[in-house]
Each structure stands twice: as structure tokens, then as C-alpha cells.
């Protein structure tokens, strides 16, 4: 069973930076495309940045130039380094892995982690 957990979320004023981490056990963890979506308070969830089994990367119009994502195979980690916050970026943070299976990818979820920036 895949088990997708991020940390790292927390309260951040205005221009700070957070990292958030995220595991994903149960699966070959190099072979899964990973990424980060977000939920603000009453709006849908949208995409965040999103990282390849192979490395390649793409963001957010919003969090270009602020947020990196980046990935440790060696730790089954993927984390997404968040800096120049604004209180817009508060949300709760998802990360997915994708996961193959033969020729099918399917999609896991962690819990959640809350992200406030205060103005």
C-alpha cells in the first residue's frame, strides 16, 4: 500500500520561507512522477509544481521564480522549497505521487499540511 505523508508546513509572516516534505513508502520511489497541489480557504485545489520520474519540472504561474521543487531518491522524498511567501500562498499543501503500474499511473495522496503566511 502506498502511504503519501508531507511535513514542514507551519505559520511564516510575510517574505519568509518554508520547506515542505513529502515520503511516499510502499512503491519504487524513482519511478514516480510527484508534485504539490494546494487548497486556499474556499477555493479549489490547484497545482502547485510538479516534478518527473526523469527530473523535469514545471510551476505555477503564481510561484515561478519562488518555489522550487526538488527530489532525494535516495530518501523516497520530494520537497518543495517555498521562499518570498505571501499571504496568498496560504493554503493546505498536497503532495501526490503518481505511481505506475504496467502502462496505468495511479494517483496517491497525502494528508495535508497547513501553510499560513501572515501579512
Known amino acids: 500500500q502506498v502511504q503519501v505523508v508531507e511535513s514542514g508546513g507551519g505559520l511564516v509572516q510575510t517574505g519568509g520561507s518554508l520547506r515542505l516534505s513529502c515520503s511516499a513508502s510502499?512503491?519504487?520511489?524513482?519511478?514516480?512522477?510527484m508534485g504539490w497541489y494546494r487548497q486556499p480557504p474556499g477555493k479549489q485545489r490547484e497545482l502547485v509544481a510538479a516534478?518527473?520520474?526523469?527530473?523535469?519540472?514545471n510551476y505555477a504561474d503564481s510561484v515561478k521564480g519562488r518555489f522550487t521543487i526538488s527530489r532525494d531518491n535516495t530518501k523516497d522524498t520530494v520537497y518543495l522549497q517555498m521562499n518570498s511567501l505571501k499571504p496568498e500562498d496560504t493554503a493546505v499543501y498536497y503532495c501526490?505521487?503518481?505511481?505506475?503500474?504496467?502502462?496505468?499511473?495511479?494517483?496517491?495522496w497525502g494528508q495535508g499540511t497547513q501553510v499560513t503566511v501572515s501579512s
Open positions: 501526490n505521487a503518481d505511481v505506475p503500474r504496467g502502462s496505468v499511473k495511479f494517483r496517491y
Open positions: 510502499g512503491s519504487i520511489f524513482s519511478t514516480n512522477d
Open positions: 516534478i518527473t520520474s526523469a527530473g523535469s519540472t
